[in-house]
């Protein structure tokens, strides 16, 4: 289940209120990439893709997490039945579907940690999946950025850039260029669109 277009950026705007930062932006551009490469694409919804690019990070609401946020943001859309979300809240920080290629602390309890060890587990990534990923790493709070200079940006602030999540995120760009039979920053207008 998905909650409406308008409850998403209601959840967004409280959210943001708890625990102010750019990632509000980010997730707003990561919305409109998803909105419009899923316009682009046959059988994706782009008003779906959307929202799921907005609350990729809802986790975010309960405080300075790394690796919590996921779990914060998986269980919270689980509580208010937004299954869909909860997915793409575990699925948008784990290209290879491993807890191997995380970046960022490991800040979990035990219990966080089982939640996303078990889900991960059995959960069957689609390509609403994938092209939230794929958004994740085009989405700066300031616009769209080139991928590889997103890529660098996190590498810049955590330390290092695990070599296989570096390729399968040029992999899902390639992906979707094909997919949409386009260059990925003309879909998602990378130097006009400012959140």
């Excluded at 998986?74 to 997915?87: N, P």
């Excluded at 970046?103 to 959960?123: M, N, P, R, S």
Aim: charged share 30%; aromatic share 10%.
């Amino acid at each position: 289940m998905l909650p409406t277009r308008e409850k998403a950026e209601e959840l967004l705007k409280e959210a943001e209120q708890c625990n102010p930062g750019p990632w509000g932006d980010h997730s707003r551009v990561a919305a409109h990439c998803a909105e419009k490469i899923a316009a682009e694409c046959d059988g994706l919804d782009s008003n779906k893709a959307y929202i799921l690019g907005l609350l990729h990070d809802i986790g975010r609401k309960f405080g300075v997490r790394h690796l919590g946020h996921v779990s914060d943001g998986y269980t919270y859309m689980l509580s208010l039945g937004y299954d869909e979300v909860a997915q793409i809240c575990l699925t948008h920080s784990f290209n290879n579907q491993t807890l191997d290629d995380y970046i960022g602390k490991f800040d979990t309890t035990d219990e966080e940690f089982k939640i996303i060890q078990d889900a991960l587990k059995t959960v069957t990534i689609d390509d609403y999946d994938r092209l939230i990923q794929l958004c994740d790493s085009l989405a700066g709070a300031e616009g769209v950025l080139y991928i590889e200079e997103r890529m660098e940006d996190v590498k810049r602030r955590y330390g290092s850039f695990p070599q296989e999540k570096w390729d399968r995120n040029l992999e899902l760009k390639k992906y979707f260029e094909e997919k949409t039979g386009k260059d990925i920053y003309v879909v998602v207008d990378k130097d006009g669109f400012k959140p």
